[in-house]
């Protein structure tokens, strides 16, 4: 099983639509982050959480929001999805100690019609 | 955050080995080198990390010289499963997690046969 697990993995949804993405981790990590990738381009971060009662802004978090409902899930909404919204969505969790690598999930792409 | 430059695109052919070269001018005391992997539509997976001279493990070799301003990632004799993209991420990401480092667009690594 993998360490890092999103879902849906596939999402076409309609413009105005609520849609929630999912991820859940067992590397018993505290730290979890939520990125967007566009085509050609790098990873830009959404939202970090580095516990539980820690949720903070990353750099392009302006029409979307996230919930921790525990150390392990870390979940990402998009109230009212737009075209623009048209990315493949990342989470990924990392520690402060070892190698500090991040482990990031197999992406959800998403698509807004 | 510290700024990276690293080449947009290589091509190299099998067997041969590759440098893939990040400047880093900006770097700070508490900052590590860090480089991740990225295959189309997964998720990146770190490769190597150092702070100071040079770190090798099973897939490459990471050389980082005295002022620390660069950093080369050396992978061994390349095959046509290297093909990805590659990110230099520079940054604390003990304390400050990976809110503190940005993966810009990489550089893509294409393995001619």
């Known amino acids: 099983d993998a360490d890092v697990t999103q879902t849906p993995r596939n999402r076409i949804t309609k413009t105005g639509k609520r849609i929630m993405l999912e991820c859940s981790q067992t590397k018993g990590h505290d730290r979890m982050y939520w990125y967007r990738q566009d085509p050609g381009l790098g990873l830009r971060l959404i939202y970090y959480s580095f516990d539980v009662k820690d949720i903070n802004k990353g750099e392009i978090s302006d029409g979307y929001s996230v919930s921790r409902q525990a150390q392990a899930k870390f979940s990402l909404s998009l109230e009212s999805a737009i075209p623009n919204q048209t990315a493949l969505y990342f989470c990924?969790?990392?520690?402060?100690?070892?190698?500090?690598?991040?482990?990031f999930g197999q992406g959800t792409r998403l698509t807004v019609v | 955050l510290a700024k990276t430059t690293q080449p947009i695109s290589m091509d190299s052919y099998e067997g041969q080995e590759v440098n893939i070269t990040c400047s880093h001018n900006n770097i700070a005391t508490n900052d590590y080198i860090t480089w991740y992997q990225q295959f189309p539509s997964q998720g990146p997976r770190f490769i190597i990390q150092g702070y100071k001279t040079k770190v090798t493990n099973e897939v490459a070799s990471l050389f980082i010289p005295a002022d620390r301003k660069s950093s080369t990632l050396s992978l061994p004799r390349v095959s046509l499963s290297d093909t990805a993209v590659y990110y230099c991420?520079?940054?604390?990401?003990?304390?400050?997690?990976?809110?503190?480092?940005?993966f810009g667009t990489g550089t893509k690594l294409q393995v001619i046969p």
């Open positions: 991420l520079v940054g604390d990401i003990y304390s400050g997690g990976y809110q503190k480092v940005t």
């Open positions: 990924a969790t990392s520690e402060p100690s070892g190698k500090g690598e991040a482990f």
